[in-house]
């Protein structure tokens, strides 16, 4: 049975969310130079998690560009806001006061994202030939 894009785009935002809150704890025990270290490779890790999803969305799925990029943009905005709620719960269990600030991030963080994944989603399909459907 196949997921569906929607499955796939959900188990892709987990791999953003999962990427991103393992890839921070490494860099809070870090030296400043091993942090910006552990920051770049989630990047790097986060970056060919995206490319991968919009190649199965483009290439293997045959997709159109906008819907490659909705697609990639929609697993990356939902990442984000499993982030913004990692940093939640981090926060309150680690004792700190809460913030509003952060309680934003849930809505903030997701439009922040969205918009450039679909760009670079729509922009990155552009260079890929979907796969051609036998009749």
């Known amino acids: 049975m196949h997921a569906g894009w929607l499955g796939r785009a959900l188990v ?3 791999i953003y969310a999962v990427v991103g ?10 030296t400043f130079v091993g942090a910006r270290f ?11 998690a995206f490319g991968t999803h919009v190649q199965h969305e483009r290439v293997t799925a045959g ?8 697609h990639a943009a929609t697993a990356a905005a939902v990442g984000a806001f499993g ?5 939640i719960v981090h926060r309150h269990a680690a004792g700190l006061p ?3 600030l952060l309680g934003a991030a849930l809505i903030i963080w ?3 994202t969205f918009i450039p994944a679909l760009l670079v989603g729509m922009a990155a399909a552009t260079l890929m030939r979907p ?4 009749q």
């Open 98 to 100: 809460r913030s509003g």
């Open 12 to 14: 892709y935002a987990l």
């Open 38 to 48: 552990w920051r770049l490779a989630a990047w790097v890790v986060s970056a060919i």
């Open 21 to 30: 809150a393992l890839f921070a704890q490494l860099a809070g025990h870090s």
């Open 131 to 134: 796969r051609a459907v036998a």
């Open 63 to 70: 997709r159109t560009l906008l819907a490659t990029g909705l």
């Open 83 to 87: 982030l913004a709620l990692a940093a």
């Open 110 to 112: 997701p439009l922040m």
